[in-house]
């Protein structure tokens, strides 16, 4: 290579803007890049169950009792896999299992988005504004997420959901599975949010020190605008790698107080109700267990490795 086409190269790299080193960091991560798509795929799919079972011929509660047998197993191997019914049906009841992980699926990425974004929207407002401001304000803030982090939080929403279920039921805000799906939220953000004020505050401390916040501040400019103008835009790429990362935990949290009984229940479904459900018929029918097994697995795991690959891309001391 010349002289003159390494430096056209390197003139190149330098008028690249950071969105775009990241993105060419992301799409170098081949596991970054399908993982991607998996998440996608899985995620339309939720949002559009109502036309892919149209397309299908199904229809979301409807049970299908031709399906099965004298003793209420599906008909044929595999659960009742047929083109009818690609994922097979749903022992007892008989109702299409792969209309059920569709519906399902849309509760339980709804619960993951609302609260991965609540909790990091009230963990970015917590932390920048302890990081800024420190002292007092510092010292009391710290001191709650202290004492929330102490507490128990699975066997606390076990054992308060119910009463908040029927407080919500009687100031009719919502009934039934809306009321369980609003306290499951509350209870995620209520316990989800110190991890992530704990680290923007680290990060705020930190900016405030620099340069360009001193000399906003020498300006004259109000403590809001600093924390608005200056220091919220440098935090961005945290919140965004943390929000990538915390939505398969949460995904993964509602499936499993779902199987506990603690969220939606029937005859709605989520993946968590359903491999509740199919304990009961894993020896005689272990397609039904698997199934929904595999692809909550899948799904978790790409988030996992999507999330990977953003925070990767995004790191400054990662090579061009």
Do not use: C
Not at 112 to 118: D, V
Not at 210 to 218: C, I, K, P
Not at 235 to 260: D, K, M, R, Y
């Amino acid at each position: 290579m010349s002289t003159t086409e390494v430096k056209v190269e390197q003139e190149e790299i330098v008028q690249r803007t950071p969105r775009q080193i990241a993105w060419a960091r992301f799409k170098r991560n081949r596991a970054g890049v399908i993982s991607g798509y998996v998440a996608i795929f899985f995620l339309a799919a939720a949002f559009l169950a109502p036309v892919i079972t149209k397309l299908l011929g199904l229809e979301n509660g409807k049970t299908y009792p031709e399906t099965l047998n004298s003793i209420g197993l599906p008909n044929g191997k595999f659960g009742g896999i047929s083109l009818a019914h690609p994922l097979g049906v749903e022992p007892g009841a008989g109702r299409d299992l792969l209309t059920m992980l569709l519906y399902g699926s849309r509760i339980s990425f709804s619960v993951a988005i609302i609260t991965s974004i609540s909790s990091i929207g009230l963990g970015m407002l917590i932390g920048i504004t302890v990081g800024y401001f420190r002292g007092k304000v510092d010292a009391v803030i710290g001191r709650i997420s202290d004492f929330l982090l102490s507490f128990p939080s699975t066997f606390m929403i076990i054992a308060l959901s119910l009463p908040m279920v029927q407080r919500i039921e009687a100031l009719g805000i919502a009934k039934d599975n809306g009321a369980r799906i609003i306290v499951l939220i509350l209870f995620f953000v209520f316990f989800g949010w110190m991890g992530f004020a704990r680290l923007i505050r680290s990060q705020a401390m930190s900016l405030r020190e620099r340069d360009f916040v001193m000399a906003a501040q020498a300006a004259g400019a109000s403590s809001s605008r600093i924390i608005v103008k200056e220091m919220l835009p440098n935090l961005w790429p945290t919140a965004i790698v943390f929000l990538s990362l915390s939505l398969p935990g949460f995904l993964s949290a509602e499936a499993v107080f779902s199987f506990l009984g603690v969220g939606v229940q029937a005859p709605a479904s989520t993946w968590g109700l359903v491999l509740s459900d199919a304990v009961s018929y894993w020896r005689n029918d272990p397609t039904y267990l698997v199934i929904p097994s595999v692809m909550l697995v899948i799904v978790v795991l790409a988030l996992n490795l999507l999330g990977d690959a953003i925070r990767d891309a995004l790191d400054p001391k990662a090579s061009h």
